[in-house]
């Protein structure tokens, strides 16, 4: 047995009353207390009237969601949402571009230099006449096939933007996804959110009712109530979720305008059954990611080539046709000609071959820190989604049903035998159940949100291909490389 409260030596002992006084710091601790007459059968009026203005009807706040479709009305459905969004998300836009941007470059780096013309005047006035005047031109060939080589690194960096192009309208396919499942569960959480209202409401005015007629206790309808209120409340806050996920839906396709419309599907459809290995196989097969991690391996072998034929030296051409007027009136055309080669005596490009010697090493395990990264994300994404549909189908199918019987035995059993149940255990009853409620909206959001980052990393645009996934997928075939341009008589391109 626990020792007695013993007060402090000197300090005068407290009543009950005084010990569970509720701090003033607490909001409501200065609520006056219920005080109702008691109940008069002659005038039961007096004891009516001033119940109903203690205990009004909670009322419920309007549900903010599209209203039912009328016969001749279609749902839109999740694929006319991926289109929406193809034709309008500007991120799309930019990843297309950035192909443009990489061709260019490659077409750039593959190019001869330009010839330099100009004219030229030598020694002029030294014997009074106006000596040697006319043009000249130079021209630097590369050699070694340089171009070729920086053409070539310059093709990796667009067959990674076509890359990215895929993985980008993948990601952005997965953001409509989550924004559409999303919406769903906003819509199921309003629609539940509702339902609970109008049940603790009319708890409420049950145990209201009960009070006039003299069965229950002043205190009792007061924390219905509360839960009525709080019901209430979570209502408003579902509400103002099904707003939001439309806004950030509509957003995600790049249509912010577009008003809420009815969704074709709902929240608690039936989910696939994923196998991880399966899953890990096509996601290392197939995510672009590993694909330009092995493209960027190759490009710094290319790299590494090219740093070590730049120090083979480039020819330098020089040209100068003259007209010699050293001797007066005997004019006579000559021409000059120059080749030449630098001598690679102190830049070999050593430290360049060596720097990106470096850079090939670290491009080597690129690919494994890529797939180690996947693996991560896979398992992350695969728990989520793992535990929480198991999680679900509890709640759904089990723990839900139960907290109802639950509730409504212990409902039934007070008011038969309020000695035994006491009004408490209904207030505890129907917290459970409503805290239930509220787990199982969070777990029906977690689900899809572990659903749609599998598909993203499974590079599946639609969420029907989870489904039937392929044993072995069949591996991204590879990007087009950009054609080298044609070359031009002259050695000029």
């Known amino acids: 047995m626990p020792a007695a409260y013993q007060p402090t030596k000197g300090v005068p002992a ?4 005084e010990r569970l006084k509720i701090p003033e710091a607490i909001p409501g601790a200065k609520a006056r207390p219920i005080i109702i007459p008691p109940r008069d059968p002659n005038m039961p009026s007096v004891r009516y ?49 950035a192909i443009t941007s990489f061709y260019g470059l490659a077409v750039q780096a593959g190019t001869h230099p330009n010839p330099v013309v100009g004219y030229e005047a030598d020694t002029v006035n030294s014997s009074g006449t106006p000596n040697y005047q006319g043009i000249y031109g130079t021209q630097q060939i590369k050699t070694a096939g340089k171009l070729n080589l920086a053409r070539a690194v310059g093709n990796v960096d667009v067959m990674n933007a076509q890359l990215n192009v895929r993985k980008t309208r993948v990601q952005v396919m997965s953001q409509v996804n989550m924004g559409y499942y999303a919406v769903l569960v906003a819509q199921e959480n309003v629609r539940i959110s509702d339902a609970l209202v109008r049940f603790t409401n009319e708890v409420y005015r049950i145990q209201v009712e009960k009070l006039r007629e003299g069965e229950a206790t002043n205190y009792e309808p007061a924390q219905l109530r509360s839960l009525a209120v709080q019901a209430r409340s979570a209502l408003v806050q579902s509400q103002n979720r099904y707003i939001s996920a439309w806004k950030q839906l509509a957003a995600l396709m790049g249509t912010p305008n577009l008003p809420p419309v009815e969704l074709d599907g709902h929240a608690d459809m039936p989910v696939p059954e994923l196998n991880f290995d399966q899953a890990l196989s096509r996601l290392l097969t197939i995510h672009p990611d590993v694909a330009a991690a092995r493209n960027s391996e190759s490009q710094a072998r290319i790299q590494l080539q090219l740093e070590k034929i730049t120090p083979v030296p480039d020819v330098f051409v020089y040209g100068a046709f003259q007209k010699d007027f050293t001797t007066p009136g005997q004019a006579r055309t000559s021409y000059n000609m120059q080749v030449g080669v630098p001598l690679p005596l102190f830049d070999r490009n050593r430290g360049r071959i060596v720097n990106q010697q470096g850079d090939l090493i670290q491009a080597t395990q690129q690919v494994r820190i ?18 929480n549909r198991v999680q679900l189908d509890f709640y759904r199918d089990q723990i839900l049903p139960d907290l109802a019987r639950a509730y409504k035995g212990i409902y039934e059993r007070h008011q038969q035998e309020s000695a035994e149940v006491g009004f408490g255990d209904v207030i505890v009853a129907q917290q459970n159940l409503a805290t239930a409620i509220g787990v199982y909206i969070s777990t029906l959001t977690a689900q899809w949100q572990g659903l749609t980052d599998l598909a993203n990393l499974l590079q599946v645009e639609d969420l029907n291909e989870l489904y039937n996934l392929p044993q072995q997928p069949a591996p991204m ?5 950009v054609p080298p341009p044609a070359p031009v008589q002259g050695g000029r391109q």
């Open 49 to 97: 009237s001033v119940i109903d203005k203690i205990f009004p009807n909670v009322p419920g706040p309007q549900v903010m969601v599209p209203l039912p479709l009328a016969p001749d009305q279609r749902r839109m459905t999740l694929a006319e949402l991926h289109e929406i969004a193809l034709a309008n998300n500007p991120t799309l836009v930019q990843v297309q571009a």
């Open 477 to 481: 075939p590879p990007a087009e490389e």
């Open 14 to 17: 407290q009543t009950l009353l």
């Open 370 to 387: 890529v797939q180690n990264n996947l693996t991560a994300q896979m398992a992350d994404a695969f728990e989520r989604y793992q535990t």
